[in-house]
Every structure is written in structure tokens, then in C-alpha cells.
């Protein structure tokens, strides 16, 4: 059976992991290599490395520290930040990243995703969504690292990147993002519902329960925390333990 | 020992090369037709579309190269689907190694996601391949497209319906999960194609 997916997310910057809370206040959580292998070991089914400083900034997201993880780790990795141009993702391909998620990019010129699904393919090509529900109760959209607001609905943009050929989506919800408190599972579930691509839920994940809900409720294919997991507060192997009593389908 | 990775258009070729390296392995990324027939086995990996995959390797010849290979040869997600006789996307012919035929997933109900992301389980497991590897071991898969069940299945997998997640005749291995993103499992069934007997 298809099992659902625990995935540790690393934030880069300057080459090692940061974690803030609700996108800011930056603090410093290790070296992402020694971090990812950890993951791995421990039962991580996937791994995402965002850099996060990369759009901002004009960066390229550190294809050498992309290399240094695809020959280290034996799971299966995505690589964001300031992806713009084809050949952004195919030196990160090259460099052993198995997918590449997009965000402000693809928002700012949504041909970016049909390019990229044509040359690369749907199943490497992740929309990263920055969603945040705002007084009128609605979902939208955020670009910049969560710094710009759009007019844009996620539901709405969601669906037109499936339609464009994005293969996954992996949604963060700015209310929730750091605050342990537990996923947006009805924006999550919502997407999940009617899109017939995996639903990657983000932001908010603080306990073993949160991760049960955002499964179950929240109709996720996929969870993915940070700071939980880098200052040992859940451990991957003891979160699978009881996702798997609870019923859900899990590799343990 | 030499071992040869087939290069040609498709992704994920370097994930291999990788994960060989991780066992402690060499290996030579090429589509020279010399060195790959010389090679003691051939990894013919890939993650992409396959009329694309197919016009390339009849452009250099490489369609002929590979069917008339002896030594253990190991075709990856594309590369064992593009050993079976024909594939439904983009209505391809393939290879013809394997009987077995190349079909689409299609979602049954509500939920059901297609191309299959994730780890699943690997049932009904056979010849040296799995040597080891315990029944309904998980694997990584990323596929949207499946071969059906037939007299080369080695090993099962069900995603909406059961189907070939290794194939196996003569010389010719197939998996359609990547051992080299599959952890200790991946690692574990590298290993034992790379001990086969040529």
C-alpha cells in the first residue's frame, strides 16, 4: 500500500539550516549534510531543502551543496529557491536533486511550470504554494518568501498549476507556520479533495497528533515539518511508531 | 569489475551513479557502444517520457545495442519500462524484451493520485535480485505508468491495481521502483545485481 510520507524540511541559508517562526526571526539549526543524513537514517521518507534567501536575493539556490547531499544521502530529495530558467533545474538535476519546487517563479509566469513539465517532467516538478487566510476568510496567495501578497486564491492557482503540469504541491500555511499549534487541514483537504496530485502539508506541525490529523482530516499525502524536528522535540522514528498503532499507512 | 550506465535523455542518471559510489562501487556513464557492450553489467536507468527515450536511443543506435546485450543488464523505472513491448504513452514501441505491456494508471475514486509518488510495498518476490530483501519491503516509486502482470513478474506491487514492479527474463532485470532513492532496501538489491553472475 501507498504510504504516507513524513518529510524533514532543511531552510538554507548560507549554507546551513535555519528555522523561523511565521517566516521570520531566523535562527540557526546545523549543517544541513550532517542533518539530512540523520533524516535518513532515522526513517525520513523524503527530504526538502529550501533556500529560502535565493528569490530575495537573487541567488542560485548552492548546487555544490546539492552534490554533497545526492552522494550522501539514499532517499529521495527536493531542492527550492530562485528557481527560474531550465537551466537552473537541470544543473540541480545534474547535481542529483530529484525534484525542484517552484513558487514565485512560476506565480510571476505560470508558462515556467509547462516548460519545465515538458522538458523535465511532472513527477520532478513540486508548486510550492505560501498560503495565508486572511480576515475575509479566504486563502491566498503569497510570493517572496511570504513578503508580497497576490489577489490570487489558492484553490484557484493550485488548480491552474495542475493543469499546467506541476506533479506535486506542497502548501504552507503562513497562519500556522512555527507555531506548533497544528496543520490548516481544511485548506489541506480541500486541495487534496479535488486535485488529482499529491497534497503536501506544511506549517504548524508540533505533535504526533497534529501529523495524525493532517492525514486524516486533513486528507494529506504527505507532512513535512522543520523546527520539530531539528531541536528533537518529535522524533521521526517515535512519530512513525504511532501513525502505524493508529492505522494510517506508514513505512516503518 | 565495470560496470556501464547507459547515458542517454533521461533523468535521474546521476542518482545511480551515486548510489553505486555509496556501495563503494565505480562506474562509467556512457553511451558508447563499445564500452557498454564490454561492460560486466549494464544499469539502464531513467526517469522521463518514453517516446522521447525511444526516438533517442534508435538515433544512436542504442535500441539494437541494448536487446543484444548477454552480460546482466538492470533497467530503472523508464529503463524497464522501455524493455517491455510497447508502452501507452504516447503509444511507443519499445524494446520487446519483455512481453509485458506498458498501461497508464488511471484514478478509480476520489483520492487516488496519479503518477503513484512515494514508498510502497514490494510483494511476491523472486530470483536472486531480492536475495535478502524480506517480503513487503517498502520501495521508492514515481511512475504514472505500470507493466502489468505477466510470466516475467519477480516481484508485485498494488497501486490501484496490481502490477510488475520487477520483471526478469534471461539476463534482463527490471524494477519500476529506484533502488538508488529506496534506502537500505535500494541498497540491498544494487547489491545483489551487482553480484549476479554474468
Not at chain 1, 191 to 213: K, Q, R, Y
Not at chain 2, 103 to 116: R, S, W, Y
Request: net charge negative; hydrophobic share 40%.
Amino acid at each position: 500500500m501507498l504510504t504516507k510520507r513524513i518529510i524533514p524540511c532543511l531552510d538554507i541559508k548560507d549554507g546551513r539550516t535555519v528555522k523561523g517562526v511565521n517566516f521570520e526571526h531566523i535562527k540557526d539549526a546545523g549543517d544541513p549534510i550532517e542533518l539530512a543524513a540523520l533524516y535518513a537514517s532515522q526513517g525520513a521518507d523524503e527530504l526538502v531543502f529550501l533556500d529560502i534567501t535565493a528569490t530575495v536575493e537573487q541567488r542560485k539556490t548552492l548546487n555544490v551543496l546539492v552534490n554533497q547531499i545526492a552522494h550522501r544521502i539514499n532517499i529521495p530529495f527536493t531542492v527550492g529557491g530562485g528557481i527560474k530558467t531550465e537551466a537552473d533545474v537541470r544543473v540541480l538535476l545534474q547535481n542529483g536533486a530529484d525534484k525542484i519546487s517552484i513558487n514565485t517563479a512560476a506565480f510571476l509566469d505560470p508558462t515556467t511550470i509547462s516548460r519545465f513539465a515538458k522538458q523535465f517532467g511532472s513527477q520532478c516538478i513540486v508548486l510550492a504554494i505560501d498560503a495565508k487566510c486572511e480576515s475575509d476568510n479566504n486563502w491566498y496567495v503569497y510570493l517572496n518568501g511570504g513578503r508580497t501578497k497576490t489577489d490570487k486564491l489558492v484553490a484557484d492557482w493550485a488548480r491552474e498549476a495542475v493543469d499546467l503540469g506541476v506533479g506535486e504541491i506542497l502548501l504552507t500555511s503562513m497562519n500556522h507556520d512555527g507555531t506548533k499549534q497544528g496543520f490548516a487541514l481544511d485548506i489541506t483537504a480541500q486541495l487534496s479533495e479535488n486535485l488529482p496530485v499529491p497534497i503536501i502539508a506544511s506549517g504548524g506541525g508540533g505533535t504526533e497528533a497534529h501529523f495524525l490529523d493532517v492525514f486524516t482530516k486533513g486528507k494529506a499525502d504527505a507532512a513535512l515539518a522543520a523546527s520539530i524536528f531539528h531541536y528533537k522535540e518529535v522524533a521521526i522514528p517515535d512519530l512513525k511508531q504511532y501513525l502505524n498503532q493508529k492505522g494510517i499507512a506508514i513505512r516503518i | 569489475m565495470s560496470i556501464t550506465i547507459v547515458q542517454y535523455n533521461a533523468g535521474n542518471i546521476q542518482s545511480v551513479l551515486y548510489a553505486l559510489e555509496r556501495l563503494g562501487v565505480a562506474a562509467t556513464v556512457t553511451d558508447d557502444p563499445a564500452m557498454i557492450q564490454a561492460a560486466d553489467k549494464v544499469i539502464f536507468p531513467g526517469v522521463g517520457e518514453a517516446s522521447t527515450a525511444m526516438a533517442y536511443l534508435k538515433e544512436r543506435n542504442l535500441d539494437q545495442l541494448i536487446v543484444s546485450l548477454k552480460q546482466p543488464v538492470l533497467g530503472i523505472c523508464l529503463g524497464m519500462q522501455l524493455m517491455c513491448g510497447h508502452s501507452a504513452e504516447n503509444d511507443t514501441t519499445c524494446l520487446g524484451i519483455f512481453e509485458e505491456q506498458v498501461l497508464a494508471f488511471k484514478a478509480t475514486e476520489v483520492g487516488i493520485k496519479v503518477p503513484q509518488i512515494g514508498w510502497n510495498n514490494i510483494a511476491n518476490l523472486k530470483t536472486e535480485l531480492f536475495n535478502g530483501v524480506p517480503e513487503n519491503s517498502f520501495a521508492y516509486f514515481v511512475h504514472g505508468f505500470y507493466a502489468g502482470l505477466g510470466d516475467n513478474t519477480i516481484a508485485t506491487t498494488d497501486y490501484i491495481q496490481p502490477y510488475s514492479s520487477a520483471l526478469q527474463k534471461n539476463n534482463f532485470y527490471g524494477v519500476q521502483f529506484h533502488p538508488e532513492k529506496s534506502a537500505a532496501v535500494g541498497e540491498q538489491i544494487i547489491q545483489n545485481f551487482l553480484s549476479l553472475k554474468s
